[in-house]
Every structure is written in C-alpha cells, then in structure tokens.
C-alpha cells in the first residue's frame, strides 16, 4: 500500500503558477506510476499528467504540454507538478495517484491508490 498526500494548491490569477507536491508515505515500487488527475465540479476526474517511478518517462494531457512539468524526488519519496501560466480552465480539484499496472496511464481505474486532493482556483 501507498497513502498520498497532496499540498500546493491554492487561489492564482491567470497566467500565474502553483507547485502542488504529492508526498508519498513510503518509496513506490520501481514498476510503479504516479500519476496528477483533476476534477473540475460537473464534470469527470481527467487524467493531466504522470511520471515512471524507475526511469522518470513523463505524459501529459495534450492541453497542459508546454506549461505544466511533472517530476520526481527519488529520495525524498515526492512527486512534483509544476504549472505554469495557469488558465480558468485549469480550475479544478487535483489528485495524486499511483499504479503498479502496465496497462498505460491516463485512465483513472488504472490507479489503486490516490490522495485526498488538494484545489487549485485560477481566476481571470
């Protein structure tokens, strides 16, 4: 088992940035995936980006390539979303998730593990 716990999140203009950090409870398997999903009100938790936790290989969701930057604290057990000239759009409620699955990583079923979210509010 992994817990997870998000922080970071908070109230930025649009244009500005936010750091959120995913702090996980012990080193996740090298098999391992962690992935950010968020979840904006009415509307389906959407898979934003993940890393490989042996090789550090990222994905992302084609609408936040170029601003937001995923990466990883092998020591420190920490994942790390950086996001950078946020929009409206990008308000929502952010999670951490991890999967030992080598199915892919964009579906959210895929994760068995996930924090308890922490909300990101751009303003325009």
């Known amino acids: 088992q992994v817990q997870l716990v998000e922080s970071g999140g908070g109230l930025v203009q649009a244009g500005g940035s936010l750091r959120l950090s995913c702090a996980a409870s012990?080193?996740?398997?090298?098999?391992?995936?962690l992935g950010w999903f968020r979840q904006a009100p009415g509307k389906e938790r959407e898979f934003v980006a993940a890393?490989?936790?042996?090789?550090?290989?990222?994905y992302y969701v084609d609408s936040v390539k170029g601003r937001f930057t995923i990466s990883r604290d092998y020591a420190k057990n920490m994942v790390y979303l950086q996001m950078n000239s946020l929009k409206a759009e990008d308000t929502a409620v952010y999670y951490c998730?991890?999967?030992?699955?080598?199915?892919?990583?964009?579906?959210?079923?895929?994760?068995?593990?996930w924090g308890q979210g922490t909300q990101v509010t751009v303003s325009s």
């Open positions: 998730a991890a999967t030992r699955l080598q199915v892919g990583e964009r579906l959210p079923q895929w994760y068995a593990y």
């Open positions: 890393i490989s936790w042996s090789d550090g290989s990222t």
């Open positions: 012990r080193r996740p398997f090298s098999r391992y995936k």
